[in-house]
């Protein structure tokens, strides 16, 4: 089948490869694992990151990889264990073994199924970047209706959902962003700053934020933020280990951050990936998806094609950093199916 995959760290631009040959994803019969037709599947900055090896020195991955984790296709096979799913089904899902591949396997737990009223493109773009921004605001954030909310880079795939999780339930939504901030005040922001003209922690000093979401600064985020933060009880949540820019180091990962949590306690969380083991978080934003009130965002240059040329456009875009929303490779359209 195939596979956008790297067998090396490296500059995504020369890491990655359209293997036309990789072996075909399968189940064991005896499973409760599902087998996925792939229509389309999304990228994320973290997944350039990781091609980039800045996770090496604190993640063990085996080579070669597929990129990405967030699909969204129709099941062609399920093992005799599952139950949720039948071939034929639209279902969208994150897949840790990677997702941008003509076919995907996974735990049946990792799928919902696709909102009927929207494309597999468009549902590609949400399964981790929605639970991620739900976690990182009720699990970890603990926001609560009526509440004041700084969200940090919120042009991106997941700052575009949490913007609209939080006005969801009535939050004031403050929001930084550079080249998209018409796009995040269209998303029902109450007031977004562009970060390339201020300095976000001077000009909203002293508004007692009760909680503020980093989804793209890190180190320099949580240091600021107390000039924002309230006093008493403000959180800040992020899912940025150290930087944007450069490898992640192994003494700040295993002893830098944890210390930061323990001496600020519920003042200070890292967020290391999502939560796959909460399957009603899923549900939950599936069914605010299907409602209307909560749409994906799709980079303007999106869908990709599933070809060399269009792998290399897309990780041109995402070495940018601008992205607004995600990134999509329509996957389906080489085998010429609608989607």
Known sequence: MKAVVYDAWGPPQEALDLDQR????????DSDNVLVKVMAASVSYRDFREVRGDFKS???RAMPRILGTEVSGIVEAVGERCWKFRPGDS????VP??????????PEMHFVRKPKNMSHLHAAAFPMCGLLAFQCL??????????KVLILNASGGVGSLAVQMAKYKKATVYATASKHVEMVESLGADEVLDYSKCNWWEQLRG???DLVLDFGVGYSAWKHSEMVLNPSGGRFVTIVPDTVDGPVEFFNYMVGIPMRSFFAGKRYTYVDGVDLSNYDHFIYISKIVQSGKL???????SPFEFTPRGMRAMVDKLATKHTRGKLIINVACSTGQSV
Not at 91 to 94: D, L, P, Q, R
Not at 138 to 147: F, M, N, R, S, V
């Open 207 to 209: 508004y007692n934020f």
């Open 97 to 106: 073994d990677g997702a941008m591949a003509e076919y995907v396997s996974a």
């Open 22 to 29: 990789f072996p075909r994803a399968f189940i064991e019969k």
């Open 295 to 301: 749409r994906p965002v799709l980079d303007p240059d």
């Open 91 to 94: 279902v969208i899902g994150i």
């Open 58 to 60: 604190v993640k063990s």
């Open 138 to 147: 009720y699990k970890y954030g603990d926001l609560k209706e009526g509440e």
